[in-house]
């Protein structure tokens, strides 16, 4: 499974940006999808998952401002982010579970800048 997000970018706290994962080798809509981010010096942090049944879960900090959907035809899954705050900058990646629930592919991330 090889896997491009791309989407981020500078924007202001308040705004709104949409993050896309294209997926090659596997259907997205067949496996457990998820979307994390990580700053320098801080863990890996969950933000948001889709399974094959379209079951989603999100991180308690992005709860009721981030969505994660999908699009099949595109094979490419998505995070919506509203309402973003300064703390929500990081570098986002994508990543994949082909098999249960262990993310074995993930994408080069992308970088989101939320400034004050």
Do not use: H
Request: glycine share 12%; charged share 15%.
């Amino acid at each position: 499974v090889q896997l491009q997000a791309s989407g981020g970018g500078l924007v202001q706290a308040g705004g709104s940006l949409r993050l896309s994962c294209a997926a090659s080798g596997r259907a997205v809509s067949s496996i457990l999808m998820g979307w994390f981010r990580q700053t320098p010096g801080k863990e890996r942090e969950f933000v948001a998952s889709i399974t094959w049944s379209a079951t989603t879960a999100y991180g308690d900090s992005v709860k009721g401002r981030f969505t994660i959907s999908r699009d099949n035809a595109k094979n490419t899954v998505y995070l919506q982010m509203n309402s973003l705050k300064p703390e929500d900058t990081a570098a986002y990646y994508c990543a994949a579970a082909p098999k249960g629930s262990t993310y074995a592919y993930w994408g080069q991330g992308t970088l989101v800048t939320v400034s004050s």
